[in-house]
């Protein structure tokens, strides 16, 4: 039983465009979320997170939003960079904290030059 | 962001001996660790949870006398595959969790490929 879910196995924006990358959930305890990036045999790079009291946070090029209500988040990078492309992990613990994060199944990202 | 490195990066062995992967918090304190597995064009698995001076909490169906993990200090944590078999070659990574300046967070090493001959 997948609790986190990244229905789009890739996806291609070009260069200077929004990517928006999508991650829902059926776990309504989860209560906190975090985004990370991994290129190929690297260890996940940390992007961004939010607690389920927010619906927004944002960090540079990244926002991440948030609808408790439809179990949903998303990513959304602006403008997006060829160095962006890589694939996008979300991830969702319960407690608030990042203790046993359960991950999505990750979505590959390729930006166009 | 927090560094935090393996060792080694990669590794073959025979079938039958045992490997030990290392997982260091560079530049802050770990209480609390993380061994994950990944397979090709998967998730990452979480494996275990590894705590500072106490035992490690196994997630269901990891078998703990395979895959023994300690946790002596507050910088490092060490995953070894015990008697290894070609099944167990993966993509293993771990993570320290870190609290500092308010945001709770994983940090991930660069991951270890085991491969079993």
């Known amino acids: 039983d997948q609790q986190v879910k990244q229905n789009s196995p890739s996806l291609s924006v070009q260069e200077g465009r929004i990517s928006i990358l999508n991650c829902d959930y059926t776990?309504?305890?989860?209560?906190?979320f975090l985004w990370y990036k991994k290129y190929p045999a690297e260890g996940p790079t940390f992007l961004i997170s939010i607690s389920s009291i927010k619906d927004k946070n944002e960090d540079g090029r990244f926002t991440v939003f948030l609808n408790k209500s439809a179990k949903h988040l998303s990513l959304h990078i602006v403008p997006s960079q060829p160095g962006d492309s890589a694939v996008y992990f979300c991830a969702a613990s319960v407690g608030g904290s990042a203790r046993q994060l359960t991950f999505g199944s990750g979505t590959q990202l390729t930006v166009l030059p | 962001g927090a560094v935090v490195s393996q060792h080694p990066s990669w590794v073959i062995c025979k079938s039958g001996t045992s490997v030990k992967i290392e997982c260091r918090s560079l530049?802050?304190?770990?209480?609390?660790m993380f061994w994950y597995r990944q397979f090709p064009k998967q998730s990452l698995m979480l494996m275990a949870t590894s705590n500072e001076g106490s035992k490690a909490t196994y997630e269901q169906g990891v078998e703990k006398d395979k895959f023994l993990i300690n946790h002596a200090s507050l910088t490092l944590s060490t995953l070894t595959v015990t008697s290894a078999h070609p099944e167990d070659s993966s993509f293993y990574i771990c993570?320290?969790?870190?609290?500092?300046?308010?945001?709770?967070?994983?940090?991930f090493g660069p991951g270890t490929r085991l491969t079993v001959l």
């Open positions: 993570s320290a969790r870190d609290w500092r300046g308010g945001t709770d967070t994983q940090y």
């Open positions: 530049d802050f304190q770990a209480t609390t």
């Open positions: 776990n309504s305890m989860f209560d906190y």
